[in-house]
């Protein structure tokens, strides 16, 4: 019972040039993961906001538990909400690229890091931040040859007093390896 959107990523995925096992109950059993990647050990979860609502599925902790039983075999897991994949599709699968190593890599040091306008940051994180912008106070970018390809930022802490600043958003254009 694979749905549309399913069968989209796990076609993603395989045109990336990767194998995906699809709908698995051997992994974390007796739970199923929608799509599994072997060769990464990653896992992707569609989750539709209608049936993994508290509404159809009472365990509030149910994500997160399946999350949990995951990391215990090694297997990072990203899950997808519908929402999100019909409204921000091509970032997700940026995103995707990423985490596969299927995108470019930029090595940290190459990049030259200063201060940026909320502005610029605002646009940044909106294109690149599953989230979008969040009000913050202090704004840095990575360039790389002269081009915008990490932003970083940061507010008055909400939750410790005691620190001075609290990281709102990082988000990146590709892969920044020590970014």
């Not at 698995?24 to 209608?50: F, M, S």
């Not at 990391?71 to 995707?96: A, M, P, S, T, Y």
């Amino acid at each position: 019972n694979k749905s549309a959107a399913e069968y989209e990523i796990a076609q993603f995925i395989t045109d990336l040039g990767h194998d995906t096992v699809t709908n698995t109950k051997r992994i974390i059993p007796p739970q199923e993961l929608d799509i599994w990647i072997p060769d990464k050990n990653i896992a992707i979860e569609y989750n539709g906001v209608y049936w993994h609502s508290v509404l159809r599925n009472p365990d509030t902790k149910y994500h997160l538990n399946k999350y949990l039983a995951c990391k215990d075999k090694g297997i990072h897991l990203i899950q997808i909400f519908d929402v999100d994949w019909e409204n921000k599709k091509d970032l997700i699968k940026n995103r995707i690229k990423t985490v596969l190593g299927n995108s470019e890599k930029i090595h940290g040091r190459k990049t030259t890091v200063t201060r940026i306008s909320n502005t610029a940051a605002k646009g940044f994180c909106k294109q690149h931040h599953l989230a979008g912008w969040a009000t913050a106070n202090v704004c840095y970018g990575a360039f790389f040859k002269d081009e915008l390809v990490a932003v970083m930022t940061f507010a008055k802490p909400r939750y410790n007093k005691i620190a001075e600043y609290e990281l709102v958003r990082y988000c990146s254009a590709g892969q920044i390896v020590g970014g």
